[in-house]
């Protein structure tokens, strides 16, 4: 059942008088474009790809034949896969006309 407007106030006076202050985030809104965004994303998966490089090959032998070394082969066998330096290159259209 559905509450009137005079008990929904009264519920939130009561709340207020109680201290129970309802907090309400706001997340900030990505400004970035398309294309700003396309290559930071780009650029961060390059990274990450270098940091499983670097950590697979800082493995110990007592570890070469573990389920993490095969995890970071397959890792990397699929990130090398991908052109991520075409990503950060490519040219998405601005839109609106404003592509020229």
């Known amino acids: 059942m559905a509450l009137s407007n005079a ?3 009264r519920r939130w006076r009561q709340r207020r008088r109680q201290g129970e202050a309802k907090i309400a985030y706001r997340t900030p809104k990505d400004r970035r474009s398309r294309a ?6 780009a ?3 390059i ?3 270098e ?12 570890l070469e034949s573990s389920s993490t070394a095969e995890m970071l082969d397959e890792a990397l066998e699929t990130l090398d896969g991908i052109d991520l330096e075409a990503l950060e290159d490519l040219d998405l ?3 609106y006309g404003r592509d020229g």
């Open 7 to 9: 008990e929904r106030q």
């Open 36 to 41: 700003r965004r396309l290559r930071d994303a």
């Open 43 to 45: 650029g961060e998966i």
């Open 47 to 49: 990274r990450i790809r």
């Open 51 to 62: 940091e499983c490089r670097a950590w697979r090959e800082a493995l110990p032998e007592s």
């Open 93 to 95: 259209p601005r839109g």
